[in-house]
């Protein structure tokens, strides 16, 4: 029996690919490589290239593998760009996942790993992020994920679904030389392009409430991530209770500031950011608890800042002129 990894040739569900290799699982891709690389998926996964908005071929992907479970990780997940193309992310998020759940009802799979987001909670007014923080997204991609997390529920009470969805926030680092972080619109990538550039990278104000000035966020690496979606998968496969929703959070955190030093310190490339002013809409802190998750999906913070920093850059410097920038 295998576990179906939507998305399976992303930054992250490649990651999420290896850690069910890792734990003796058999995973079975399917992307239509929108933003994923084909390059990414191991010689010995199956590879489904179709995108969810076609139905038979999910069909096709669980009755030809034995699937026996879902990870769900397909979507669109650039928050800024969903509010200029609203209807392209409700497609591919809220089509796409209903598409998956139909064919899942018409096959008989009854386990469901949802990688949801925390952009469900838009802007919390709380120090400390937790799974009872009132959802208020403010995007068309947030409000995609909380309408996933709702079909999921629904499809549960009606069908049977076992399922979990996790929330986090910014994933970096890198767990193998080969997988890295190419999104235009993500920090590390940001900074690490201008730096190749010979560009200086820039911090959008330093004036917030926070010990240096600069916003504060939850970044988690991508392979702590990665185990404790295929934790959950197999605990749902054991029959096991889960809760609904799980923050993977940090508990404390870090600052664009101290990111900048890190990576500055991890490169070997001296330079000062460039202080531009705030952007519209950027909170001073935002940070989650990942209490539950650590109690049922062994979910702990096993790599610190220099360490995300450093798996991130070694796998950018490895990838030298196939990185696309």
Not at 46 to 64: G, H, N, P, S, W
Not at 135 to 156: F, H, M, Q
Not at 210 to 232: I, N, W
Not at 248 to 255: M, N, Q, T, V, W
Request: glycine share 8%.
């Amino acid at each position: 029996m295998s576990w179906l990894v939507t998305g399976g040739a992303g930054y992250i569900g490649s990651h999420v690919v290896q850690a069910l290799l890792d734990a003796g699982l058999e995973p079975v891709v399917i992307d239509d490589l929108s933003s994923g690389f084909a390059k990414f998926v191991p010689d010995n996964v199956t590879f489904v290239e179709a995108t969810l908005l076609d139905k038979a071929a999910i069909e096709q992907a669980i009755t030809d593998n034995g699937v026996e479970g879902v990870i769900h990780l397909a979507g669109f997940k650039y928050a800024g760009v969903s509010v200029q193309r609203p209807l392209h992310t409700y497609a591919q998020n809220v089509t796409g996942t209903a598409n998956l759940l139909e064919a899942m009802v018409a096959t008989g799979v009854d386990k469901l790993v949802f990688s949801s987001s925390a952009a469900t909670f838009g802007t919390p007014d709380v120090d400390l992020v937790t799974e009872t923080t009132p959802t208020n997204p403010e995007s068309p991609y947030g409000e995609s994920k909380l309408i996933g997390e709702w079909l999921i529920a629904d499809v549960a009470r009606a069908e049977g679904l076992a399922h979990t969805s996790l929330r986090y926030f910014n994933v970096v680092g890198s767990g193998s030389k080969d997988l890295y972080d190419t999104s235009p619109h993500n920090l590390f990538p940001l900074v690490f392009d201008a730096l190749a550039k010979g560009k200086t990278p820039q911090i959008n104000g330093d004036d917030y409430p926070t010990p240096d000035g600069t916003c504060v966020r939850d970044y988690v690496h991508v392979a702590d991530l990665a185990h404790s979606h295929v934790v959950a998968a197999k605990r749902l496969a054991e029959g096991k209770d889960l809760e609904p929703v799980y923050n993977l959070g940090s508990g404390d955190g870090s600052s664009v500031r101290q990111i900048m030093d890190a990576i500055r310190e991890v490169t070997g490339i001296d330079f000062e950011p460039v202080i531009k002013p705030r952007r519209p809409g950027d909170p001073a802190r935002i940070v989650a608890t990942g209490e539950l998750a650590r109690r049922d999906l062994e979910w702990e913070m096993r790599h610190d800042l220099r360490s995300m920093v450093a798996t991130a850059w070694e796998a950018r410097q490895a990838a030298g002129a196939d990185y696309p920038s």
